[in-house]
T-cell receptor, first 114, second 112 residues
Framework: AQTVTQSQPEMSVQEAETVTLSCTYD???????LFWYKQPPSRQMILVIR??????QNATENRFSVNFQKAAKSFSLKISDSQLGDTAMYFC???????????FGKGITLSVRP | EAQVTQNPRYLITVTGKKLTVTCSQN?????MSWYRQDPGLGLRQIYY???????DKGDVPEGYKVSRKEKRNFPLILESPSPNQTSLYFC???????????FGPGTRLTVL
């Protein structure tokens, strides 16, 4: 079975600064996908970024980028130029290739201070 | 507008009273799934469906039933709800296996 660990329950960052959210996972699978989802106070789940395990290049989406270390089973999210609208809970998730089963971490609450 | 819809958005009910939470998507997605979110536990998969008439258990299926009679709909049925099923429920869909999942707005269920 897969497990996803987000060890930091909360983080805070000053507006315009950079913050990194950590995530580790455990799996015996070779083909899988990793995601970061954002959940603002509205409770909507919003996809932030996606990484395919077979790709060595780290995924980037505007201010969001990941540091994917496959051997270390680490998948951290870097948010550059933090904005007040980035305040949310962030979930790291692992998807098994065979059946699209998503396994989520417990989430981290990020607060961006003005 | 492409979306996943859930109804109702909020529901307060009593123990043992059967209920159904509907989920519908208008994107012709093959894959659909139900999750529950509880504080400190993240989201956990209840059931999923890879296509019409194909469903399978996720990590926490006890006390729930699903059906997939048509591609767009994937209702979640609680035959005899109990207080430990009080939770925030999300339906999600994706075009196919290995595609990112799009989530509905969530259903807040309270069982007294």
């Amino acid at each position: 079975a897969q497990t996803v660990t987000q060890s930091q329950p909360e983080m805070s960052v000053q507006e315009a600064e950079t913050v990194t959210l950590s995530c580790t996972y455990d799996t015996s699978e070779n083909n899988y996908y990793l995601f970061w989802y954002k959940q603002p106070p509205s409770r909507q789940m919003i996809l932030v970024i996606r990484q395919e395990a077979y790709k060595q290049q780290n995924a980037t989406e505007n201010r969001f980028s990941v540091n994917f270390q496959k051997a270390a089973k680490s998948f951290s999210l870097k948010i550059s130029d933090s904005q007040l609208g980035d305040t949310a809970m962030y979930f790291c998730a692992f998807m098994k290739s065979a059946n699209s089963k998503l396994t989520f971490g417990k989430g981290i609450t990020l607060s961006v201070r003005p | 507008e492409a979306q996943v819809t859930q109804n109702p958005r909020y529901l307060i009910t009593v123990t043992g009273k059967k209920l159904t939470v509907t989920c519908s998507q208008n994107m012709n997605h093959e894959y659909m799934s139900w999750y529950r979110q509880d504080p400190g536990l993240g989201l956990r998969q209840i059931y999923y469906s890879m296509n019409v008439e194909v469903t399978d258990k996720g990590d926490v299926p006890e006390g729930y039933k699903v059906s997939r009679k048509e591609k767009r709909n994937f209702p979640l049925i609680l035959e005899s709800p109990s207080p430990n099923q009080t939770s925030l429920y999300f339906c999600a869909s994706s075009l196919a296996v290995n595609n990112e999942q799009f989530f509905g707005p969530g259903t807040r269920l309270t069982v007294l």
